[in-house]
């Protein structure tokens, strides 16, 4: 049982896929994190933080605790004390984890978002538009189409050779993966094509930011071809790292440090 | 206003059932879309807080939109009051001339989808949702508005609605305008033509010769009209604001429908309180609220979307630069011609100079944008392309750009009628109020 002198901060970060939670003390110093997935229902998801937080020692009704909520399920999240978009968090998350001035790329279950930071704070922001194409759905949708995982998918593409899938949307493409598998396309070149064709859009929605340095935050994040393909093709460093998984909660986190202290 | 209420409260126990059959429309469809207005009306405009008192007059004009205003059309037909009604889609239809030639200038419906099936078989599916809904409204009979206009007058405006005009001939009594493309004094001229020929068939309609007298008095209104809009637009420089984004917008979506002189009376009402409210400090939102220019593609009644999710996430619209917006009132038509020919000229000089994105360059929409974001002490700009159309598309690059140089954030949406955006839209749009 953690013994938090002063007041903390818990963030908690509702993602379509994934459920992220970060916990900052007094001094800004991460004490504890959670990853789960957000499964049906962002209530229910919320209920399960709330519990895994209590017995971590980090209750939400601690009286030296603020919490803030983010993400696509933050207004689901009933002992929170405030609610911060998810974009303001990234951008707050990923100064933080990587420095006050370049462009977060986040690729997240169901939207994909380019921040670009100045000074710590957020300039610009873009997001695709209602569509899927360039998101994580893409590749679980592509995975699922192969037969494989997220992880197999990436390890077989780094094995194939360059494949063109053209179709901007999701629904058309898998029609098109459909076809490259039965004209008998070896997996391994489809898989390629799969994540070369997220990336290229990832890379044309961060292309209309300012430029580098390119942060890599959300569920891609240590998907290590991803990040080689995403170098190549903004011909810029990407930088990321472990916690970068957290970085809208680890943005939450402060919001809600900022309250509490 | 008194008087106004009283016939709404007559006409809340008429039974306008027969009248709509008259008109041939789909009865039990109707009674639905009303039904969903209403509700919509409800969560969005009287969910508000702290509304002016005088925008009571907002509520009456969409509590009658399909069924006092309508009949009250009709009976004025009926007495002889009017000679017909006459429908149009754009601001680039000038009212004047339809009312000097003794017609009732109105806006028919284009703001929700309906019956998109049986649209899809006449228009292709990648087509701007405002002209598939005026194609829906009309396949599946539910606008008492375009069942009730005698003439519809389109215009050659956007690619989209110039082909699907050539449709619409086939359904109802159609009247298309030419509109240029480019600003200049060849096209002017062109125009000027135009609006001519469009008097000519207008009075071949009513039956009725537009006179020097007629034109003057129906300018007089129509300006009469836009300056109380303006008046109004001007209290909304004020911090906080007096009046919400939507109710202004509802303003000028209401000055489609509504007679012209009572809604004039209603507007200037609405003004002295925001006046008023202003220099009491009241708002419709806190003071610091944060404060976004509107600009883009028009609104019609019921897009209430965008405005919706930007004022409940804590946001307040100070203006639009849009044809439901400034574009409707910022201009008159001057007041001293004397000879029809004089005044004609006078109309199609002050219609000339609306700026839609179907003019090339369009320099004098990005300059109103600028200044308007200025005189309206604007945060930020928020720039909204209905999906499929690609002129305002285009031209969301040139404003961006525009708004960089002077300094104001800027953030550019495309969507449509379609509700299953709104929470991406209500996460953008809480995120950049949160920016600003």
């Given at each position: 049982m953690?013994?938090?002198?002063?007041?903390?901060?818990i963030g908690v970060d509702i993602g379509s896929t994934a459920t992220k939670v970060a916990v900052l003390d007094a001094g800004g110093a991460i004490v504890h994190t959670e990853l789960m997935p957000t499964g049906f229902s962002s209530v229910d998801a919320a209920g399960r933080v709330e519990g895994a937080l209590r017995a971590a020692g980090f209750p939400v009704d601690d009286p030296d605790a603020r919490v803030v909520a983010t993400g696509y399920g933050r207004i689901a999240v009933p002992y929170a004390d405030k609610v911060v978009t998810e974009i303001t968090c990234h951008g707050i998350g990923a100064a933080r984890l990587f420095g006050p001035t370049g462009t977060v790329v986040d690729v997240g279950g169901q939207d994909t978002k380019v921040i670009q930071l100045k000074g710590g704070r957020v300039a610009k922001f873009a997001m695709n538009d209602k569509c899927a194409a360039g998101t994580g759905r893409f590749l679980e949708i592509m995975a699922d189409r192969l037969g494989v995982s997220q992880a197999e998918l990436s390890a077989l593409a780094r094995e194939g050779s360059e494949t063109k899938i053209s179709s901007m949307c999701t629904v058309f493409a898998e029609s098109e993966v459909i076809s490259l598998i039965g004209r008998g396309v070896p997996r391994s070149d489809i898989a390629r094509g799969v994540i070369d064709s997220v990336v290229a859009r990832v890379a044309a929605l961060a292309g209309q930011s300012s430029g580098g340095p390119f942060f890599l935050t959300g569920g891609l994040c240590e998907n290590g071809f991803v990040i080689e393909r995403l170098r190549a093709m903004l011909g810029s460093p990407v930088t990321?790292?472990?916690e970068a998984r957290y970085a809208g909660?680890?943005?939450?986190?402060?919001?809600?440090?900022?309250l509490a202290c | 206003m008194s008087d106004n209420t009283n016939e709404t409260t007559a006409a809340a126990e008429y039974d306008f059932h027969p009248m709509w059959?008259?008109?041939g429309m789909d009865v039990p469809a109707h009674d639905m879309l009303l039904g969903a207005v209403g509700q919509m009306f409800g969560d969005v405009f009287l969910a508000q807080e702290n509304r002016p008192a005088s925008t009571d007059y907002l509520n009456q004009v969409v509590a009658g939109i399909h069924s006092g205003r309508i009949k009250e059309m009709l009976d004025k037909k009926a007495s002889g009051e009017a000679k017909k009604i006459v429908g149009s889609f754009c601001l680039y239809v000038p009212e004047e001339i339809v009312i000097a030639a003794g017609g009732i200038p109105v806006g028919l419906c284009s703001g929700a989808?309906?019956?998109?099936?049986?649209?899809?078989e006449h228009l292709p599916r990648a087509t701007c949702p405002l002209i598939k809904s005026f194609a829906g409204f009309k396949l599946g009979s539910v606008c008492p508005y375009i069942e009730s206009s005698d003439l519809v007058i389109g215009e050659n405006t956007c690619d989209g609605k110039k082909k699907a005009y050539e449709f619409m001939a086939t359904q109802v009594n159609m009247y298309t305008v030419d509109i240029p493309n480019v600003h200049n004094a060849q096209t002017l001229e062109l125009w000027?033509?135009?609006v001519r020929?469009?008097?000519e068939r207008v009075e071949q309609e009513t039956g009725q010769k537009i006179t020097a007298e007629s034109l003057k008095a129906a300018i007089k209104l129509a300006n009469d009209k836009r300056r109380a809009l303006q008046r109004l637009s001007a209290t909304r420089a004020a911090d906080p604001a007096p009046i919400s984004g939507l109710d202004s917008l509802l303003t000028v979506q209401a000055a489609f429908m509504d007679d012209a002189e009572r809604l004039t009376g209603a507007i200037n009402a609405m003004a002295d309180e925001c006046e008023q409210r202003a220099a009491d400090g009241v708002g419709v939102a806190p003071k610091g609220a944060k404060r976004i220019l509107y600009t883009g593609t028009p609104m019609a009644v019921p897009n209430w979307k965008?405005?919706?999710?930007?004022e409940k996430a804590g946001g307040v619209v100070v203006g639009e630069e849009a044809c439901t917006g400034s574009r409707y009132y910022k201009d008159l038509v001057d007041e001293s011609g004397e000879t029809v020919d004089e005044m004609l000229d006078a109309i199609a000089e002050r219609y000339f100079g609306i700026n839609c994105a179907i003019f090339t360059p369009n320099d004098g929409r990005i300059e109103d944008i600028v200044r308007m974001a200025r005189e309206l002490n604007a945060d930020g700009i928020i720039d909204c392309s209905l999906q499929f159309c690609t002129l305002y598309e285009m031209e969301s690059f040139t404003v961006e750009k525009a708004a960089e140089q002077a300094g104001i954030p800027f953030m550019h949406i495309t969507t449509d009628y379609a509700n299953e955006d709104a929470g991406q839209l209500t996460t953008r749009i809480e995120a950049f109020l949160e920016m600003l």
């Open positions: 953690p013994a938090m002198a002063g007041g903390y901060g990321t790292c472990p909660a680890l943005g939450a986190a402060d919001r809600a440090r900022a | 059959e008259s008109l989808d309906w019956a998109t099936d049986k649209v899809e000027k033509g135009e020929k469009l008097a965008l405005f919706n999710i930007i």
